[in-house]
């Protein structure tokens, strides 16, 4: 239902935007995130987004990560700008969604991508 892409290899200093898509039956989404685990330590939260566009971001990244969204096409990203090497992580989107007028919110995560910050 969600899919990230965007990760890869970046040299510390560097850019790069991560999109994830909802697809499949949305009947509504009301906040979007997303998250990172590195090797050997917990998922972290990064970043929200409500569905009025209001953002939120962890201290670790406020300043150079940049969330934000296109409720037209269900799709959030995340623009990442001078990325250092503890950036490294497996990048997950998140959404609070629901299938049909009937249906309850439900958290949906993408399958992760991969962000590796070296030189």
């Known amino acids: 239902q969600l899919q990230a892409s965007g990760g890869g290899l970046v040299q510390p200093g560097g850019s790069r935007r991560l999109s994830c898509a909802a697809s499949g039956s949305i009947f509504s989404i009301t906040a979007m995130a997303w998250y990172r685990q590195a090797p050997g330590k917990q998922r972290e939260l990064v970043a929200t987004?409500?569905?009025?566009?209001?953002?939120y971001y962890a201290d670790s990244v406020k300043g150079r990560f940049t969330i934000s969204r296109d409720n037209a096409k269900n799709t959030v990203y995340l623009q990442m700008n001078s990325l250092k090497p503890d950036d490294t992580a497996v990048y997950y989107c998140?959404?609070?969604?629901?299938?049909?007028?009937?249906?309850?919110?439900?958290?949906?995560w993408g399958q992760g991508t991969l962000v590796t910050v070296s030189s």
């Open positions: 987004i409500s569905s009025g566009g209001s953002p």
């Open positions: 998140n959404a609070n969604l629901r299938t049909d007028a009937s249906s309850r919110y439900r958290y949906y």
